[in-house]
């Protein structure tokens, strides 16, 4: 069994709603082989919880807005570390980038396919590690001055 057609809009829109927020690291897996509740995760992180809090408010507003679908759940919106938005079709999961590293869903459901994603998607791999480093470097920075 693979991911539908509709579970394949749904994604691309909501990962190009996340790029368009500036998200870290968005990917998605066709999980409908080794699930039967949905048919793909996408996987979304940001460096802070507002910048969380702004990335799944975008995705479901943008999904609503261009293909009528609303989160049958939410959950995670009080301490914006980790967001869960069910769809059915598809979960999106848009964690803080400490949570990402701790839980590593990517190790946990690495055997799944990957699913294609929008260019602007696709550009943000690898922007948490970028991010980390610039941080390192500010801080590096800091003590230097003092």
């Given at each position: 069994?693979t991911?539908?057609?509709?579970?394949?809009?749904?994604?691309?829109?909501?990962a190009q709603?996340?790029?368009?927020?500036?998200?870290?690291?968005?990917?998605?897996?066709d999980?409908?082989?080794?699930l039967?509740?949905?048919?793909?995760?996408?996987?979304?992180?940001?460096?802070?919880?507002?910048?969380?809090?702004?990335?799944?408010?975008?995705?479901?507003e943008?999904?609503?807005?261009?293909l009528?679908?609303?989160?049958?759940?939410?959950?995670?919106?009080?301490?914006?570390?980790?967001?869960?938005?069910?769809?059915?079709d598809?979960?999106?999961?848009?964690?803080?980038?400490e949570?990402?590293?701790?839980?590593?869903?990517?190790?946990?459901?690495?055997?799944?396919?990957?699913?294609?994603?929008?260019?602007?998607?696709?550009?943000?791999?690898?922007?948490?590690?970028?991010?980390?480093?610039?941080?390192?470097?500010?801080?590096?920075?800091?003590?230097?001055?003092?």
């Open positions: 069994m991911a539908t057609d509709r579970s394949l809009e749904l994604i691309n829109t909501a709603a996340a790029a368009d927020k500036l998200a870290h690291d968005v990917i998605a897996y999980v409908s082989d080794v039967s509740i949905t048919d793909a995760f996408l996987l979304a992180s940001a460096p802070n919880d507002r910048q969380v809090k702004s990335i799944v408010d975008e995705i479901e943008r999904l609503l807005k261009d009528g679908a609303k989160p049958v759940r939410r959950e995670g919106d009080r301490e914006a570390r980790w967001v869960l938005l069910d769809y059915v598809i979960v999106v999961h848009v964690q803080h980038s949570e990402r590293v701790f839980y590593a869903l990517e190790r946990l459901w690495k055997d799944c396919p990957e699913l294609e994603l929008p260019a602007d998607a696709k550009a943000t791999r690898g922007k948490a590690q970028e991010h980390a480093k610039l941080q390192s470097e500010d801080a590096g920075d800091f003590r230097e001055v003092r």
